[in-house]
Every structure is written in C-alpha cells, then in structure tokens.
C-alpha cells in the first residue's frame, strides 16, 4: 500500500470515483467519493484467523453515511474479507463521533435474529462460526491481530453513498475498545468486506462488476462499482477466477483465487515446480488478490527462490542489511542500505507475477519500501516489497495492493474473472475525473 517517500508517511489523500450500477439505481451515475490512505495500528481492526499480523497496515478507506438519519462513518476497504462491521457504541445518549457508530440513534437499525436464514445459512464462510446470544440475537466473533477478539450482533440497517440510500445492509455491530497508535491516525469506524461471500458488500448489493486503479505517484485512484468501458485504459488481460466446492481446511472460498503459473525476475524465470504454485490436497497454497493486504507474501519455497535470483541480479547495485534479527512487519527479512543522501534509487530488476492468462509486472520503486524511522548510520533501510508467509503462519501466496498499483484491476463477477491492465492510474483518473 505504500511504495515511495512520502513527507508524511501516515496519512495520504486519495481521489476516489465510484461509478454506481446498483439495482435500487435507475440510471447508471458516476459518482465522487473521497477516499484515504492512512495507518491502521496493530489489533486495531480485528479480522479472522487467516487475515496477516502487521503492526502498521496502510489501508484505502471511504467516507459513507449508515443509519437514519445518517450517521458518517469511514470503513476501510478489503476484497480479503466478507463481512462489513462497525466499531458500535450503545453506552451514550447522543450519537457517537467517529470512529463509532451509534444504533440507539438509528430508526432503521434492526439487530438478525439468531433464528433467520441469514444467521443460520448466509454465515456459513466466516472463519468463527455465528451463534446465538442470550437475546436470541445472531452474535458474530472477529479474531484480534494481537489474538484478542471481538464480538457484537449481526444487524441491518441503511447504507448511504453517492446520493443513494441502500436499506437492509447485512453487517456486524462490534462492541469492542480501540487500540490507539500515535503514529498514526486511526479514525476508521470498521471495515467494508468485498470479498465473493454471500453478505459481502458488493453480494449484498449484487454488483456484477468493480474495478480499481491505485497510482503509485500521488496516490490518487478510481474505484468503480458496476460496468465501465473505458477504450483508453487498454485491452486487459484476463485470467479466471479458481473456485471449489468442497470445503478444505486452508482454502478460502470468498476469496479472489487465481492460478499462479510462473514468476521471473527480469526476464529470468524462476526455476519452480508446479506442484508449489498450486493448491495441495488441504487448499494450503492458493494465490488471492488481497485488497486489505498491504504488500505481497509468498510460501517459503517461492520466496526463498525469488530472494535468491533477486539478490544474485543486485549484488552489485544494492547494499543488503546485513542483520539477521530485523524483519519488516514480521515477514519481509530482505532489506537493503541506502545513503541518506542518495536521492534516486539504483537500476533494479523487474519481478513478474505470471497467472493464467494475464501478467503483473512489478517495477522501480514498487519493489522496494523505505521502512519509516528506520536509519542505520548514514543510511536509510528499503525492503524488498515480497515476503514470506511461512514466517507469518499464514498458508497463501497474496498478492497486496502495493503489488496492484498503476494496474486496472476488473472483478468481473458474472463471467468470474479478472481483468488487469498497465496502465498510468494518476492519468486514467484524471481522464474519469474530467468525465464527471
């Protein structure tokens, strides 16, 4: 999520267009929405045992309204995850600032009985499954980063963006403390889950279609929600979306799965089996686009193949870190020395993710991530923006948005696909901007 220097590493403004196709909608509108890129403090959003353990996560989030009358909140975005929450606070006689939201000040809010469907069958992927309260209302349990939890009733209530009110939105009402990190600015009232499961976001509202485009310049970008045919975004590469029917212990179902085929580094490929790019017979090892992640983690053996070939292509351009107690965010142990006073970067290698049908080419800057604070004698510590998910426990290749910037990315969900383009996003959002 993030890939340069920024003058302030916590909190950058993005520009977001959110073109709507929903079926409350008559007329398709391109609407505006503004979006930020900001810190998000370690166990301060909690997410299902899978989800990675970060101390900092940049995270893409939006400004909405829920309740009525509406109340603003801001969720963070996440194609990893499938159900929308908010941080809720019933304790006050007035309506709670961000970042809670308060459902005694909510005419339309109405808690799921633990009896209906939607408790008893659309909670079937959560990683915890929901159970009943004393109430006799749907209780949900979200797992901590830091392995606390947190638990709170799933409800409905009205979800208002772009000038539309969506009633009867599925999400879970979180009675929880936050963990505050002065660091960074954690005014996120929950999280928005995009992923394929039933009370996802985009499945609630039956959106067929969203694309994304993330710039890796001024951290401008677009978000598209519904169909777009935009001719100057290129022709796009498409590869399918992996899906079973059998439940396995490390599979995830929601998730946007796609077939790893190959990686290479500059133009060498990585000399791998195909047996460690593919599921194996417990689901352990499928590749998935991750929205809420912020870099990108392969398994061991791919890692460690890939951290070979890079360092034997930059031996004589890169200074490595040489201390073998320091790892970025637990799983990124490839980092790198660079003067203070170096103002550009060295020439580096390309590395190219390969899937079935489609291709991203991770370039320059992308591929190394100045650690914040970070300085050892007169030099500044990048890393290697791929890491490794053994270290992490985590049994998946994913593939993070800081990997996704200056890609179109379209989740074509009615011919189950997606679609990837190169392309400049601070310019494709410029041209959607002007179309507004």
Partial sequence: MRCTIFTNPFLKILSFIILQTLPLITQTKMLTLPLKSQVIPSGYLPRPPNKLRFHHNVSLTVSITVGTPPQNVSLVIDTGSELSWLHCNNTTNRVSPDPFFNPNFSSSYKPVPCSSTTCTTRTRDFPIPASCDSNNLCHATLSYADFSSSEGNLAF?????????????????????????????????????MNLGSLSFVSQLKIPKFSYCISGSDFSGILLLGGSNF????????????????????????????????????????????????????????????????????????????????????????????????????????????PLNQSKLPEIPSVSLVFDGAEMRVSGEQLLYRVPGRVVGNDSVYCFTFGNSDLLGVESFIIGHHQQQNMWMEFDLVKSRIGLAHVRC???????????
């Fill in 426 to 436: 601070d310019l494709v959002s410029q041209k959607v901007l002007g179309l507004g």
């Fill in 231 to 338: 001719s100057w975004t290129g022709s796009l590469n498409y590869t399918p979306l992996v899906q079973i029917s059998t439940p396995l212990p490390y599979f995830d179902r929601a998730a946007y799965t796609i077939r790893l085929m190959e990686i290479r580094v500059s133009n060498k490929s990585l000399n791998l089996s195909e047996s460690v790019l593919v599921p194996d017979h417990t689901g352990a090892g499928q590749t998935m686009f991750d929205l809420g992640t912020q870099f990108t983690f392969l398994l061991g053996p791919v890692y460690s193949a890939l951290k070979e070939e890079f360092l034997n292509q930059t031996n004589s351009t890169l200074r490595v870190l040489d201390d073998p107690n320091f790892a970025f965010e637990v799983g990124m142990d490839l980092c790198f020395r660079v």
């Fill in 157 to 193: 209530d009205t979800f208002g963006f772009g000038g539309s009110d969506n009633p009867g939105i599925v999400f879970g009402c979180m009675e929880s403390s936050i963990s505050t990190n002065s660091d960074g600015d954690a005014n996120a009232t929950g999280l928005m889950g």
